[in-house]
């Protein structure tokens, strides 16, 4: 590090300028801080999803996610979990010092690229770092290309080092990482993990239904009912025995939807417990933590807020997880990323009103299409699932380490 000219330099230039104000911060939680620097902020859905998996096998952790200084923090939606999402500091060291001072962070996952030199060398002197899905297109700033020597110095303050493809493996060797540092490549993307169910409500609900077709439609916008109910009565046409399973978005649109179903079907209301007979047409819940036993009895899902506009709509990787094939209607504009990639594999399908809705479930009830389209969603879901698993395994050691030393 002595030996880098340019990276002396830079430091020399940050240290010349204005210190920065006091950030806003907010207050630090209890307990162990990961910290996640998302150096692409368009990939923060795959960002969330690991957030997630290190939350859940590690009780009591908090992530906390930063952006570089132009990035857009509307995609963070996760408000179920324990995250806390900010920008980074200034790269004056007054500006570094604070912000690792306040955090006191146990690891650092650092996403994609945009280096920020005195940022990674000051928490490089405390705590463990780890960069993933590094790309190309995240070394292209100026300095990356005339000071290489300072590019190199802050790459080798990374443990572990993984490229989203075997391009970026490239660059980053030839930028001087040390090859014993790298991981091998892959891509972080968002992965999904299985939603819960109790057992004993899924051997009740089987049994309950007695080898009957069924369908869910979940996140249904009050304005999606009539669709729903519409493509219900269609496909039901084709197979008369077939059970929708109806849960709706907002509890203000279950009155709505009881009045509108009740004139033409037999409604059964699960949160009553009530379970469906022979003589069943639609299921009602109103629990979106249900979500995991319904995915597991649905062949097909239909993914609701989907075909209004302004709605953030469904995480499609939560049915695709659970082995149920998904339709969705054309405004999924928040999880598009996630939609594309499995419409692209052949397990999700677009629909655009009642008949196309229908149509489909009648098609795809089919056990043989229902389990082609869940195969092929299957295998979306294990993409980047090595990564994920060595990340956290890295993780995991790094924050058992710094509990050792606290």
């Not at 990035?71 to 920008?87: E, H, M, S, Y």
């Not at 650092?108 to 463990?128: C, H, Q, S, T």
């Not at 698993?389 to 993780?395: E, G, K, T």
Request: aromatic content about 6%; overall charge negative.
């Amino acid at each position: 590090m002595a030996g880098s000219l340019g990276l002396a330099a830079y430091r020399a230039l940050v240290r010349r300028s204005d210190a920065p104000g006091p950030d806003p911060m907010g207050p630090r939680p209890n307990g162990e801080v990961l910290w996640i620097h998302a150096g692409e902020p368009s990939n923060m859905l795959a960002i969330q999803d690991l957030a997630a998996r290190l939350i859940r096998s590690r009780p009591g952790l908090h992530v906390l996610i930063t952006l570089p200084p132009d990035g857009n923090a509307a995609a963070l939606t996760r408000d179920d979990l324990p995250l806390t999402l900010t920008r980074a500091p200034s790269e004056h060291e007054t500006g570094v010092t604070r912000f690792l001072d306040h955090w006191m962070p146990g690891a650092v996952i650092w996403v994609w690229g945009g280096l920020r030199p005195n940022l990674i060398l000051e928490a490089a002197a405390r705590i463990p770092l780890f960069l993933i899905d590094a790309d190309p297109k995240g070394f292209t700033r100026r300095r990356d290309r005339w000071l290489p020597d300072m590019t190199q110095t802050v790459l080798n303050q990374f443990t572990k080092a993984s490229a989203r493809s075997a391009e970026g493996q490239t660059r980053l060797e030839q930028m001087g990482l040390d090859r014993e540092r790298l991981l091998p490549a892959s891509a972080l993307l968002a992965g999904g993990e299985p939603l819960p169910c109790a057992d004993s409500d899924l051997a009740e609900l089987t049994a309950a239904l007695g080898g009957r077709p069924v369908w869910f439609a979940t996140q249904v916008h009050g304005a999606e009912t009539a669709t729903v109910l519409a493509a219900h009565a269609k496909a039901r046409r084709m197979s008369h025995r077939l059970l929708l399973i109806l849960q709706l978005a907002k509890p203000d649109d279950v009155a709505p939807a009881l009045a509108a179903t009740e004139a033409d079907f037999n409604l059964a209301l699960w949160d009553e417990g009530q379970f469906p007979d022979e003589n069943t047409d639609v299921l009602i819940s109103e629990d979106a933590s249900d979500r995991g036993l319904f995915f597991r009895t649905a062949p097909v899902s239909f993914l609701g807020s989907s075909l209004v506009p302004d709605s953030i709509g469904c995480d499609p990787l939560d049915a695709a997880a659970l082995g149920s094939a998904i339709l969705y209607g054309p405004k999924v504009r928040h999880f598009l990323p996630s939609y594309t990639r499995l419409a692209a594999a052949g397990a999700a399908r677009i629909v655009n009103d009642t008949d196309g809705l229908g149509t489909a479930v009648s098609r795809l009830i089919a056990p043989d299409q229902a389990a082609t389209m869940a195969h092929a969603g299957w295998d979306v879901i294990s993409k980047g699932a090595a990564l994920t698993d060595s990340v956290s395994d890295l993780v995991q050691d790094a924050l058992d380490q710094s509990m050792g030393r606290a």
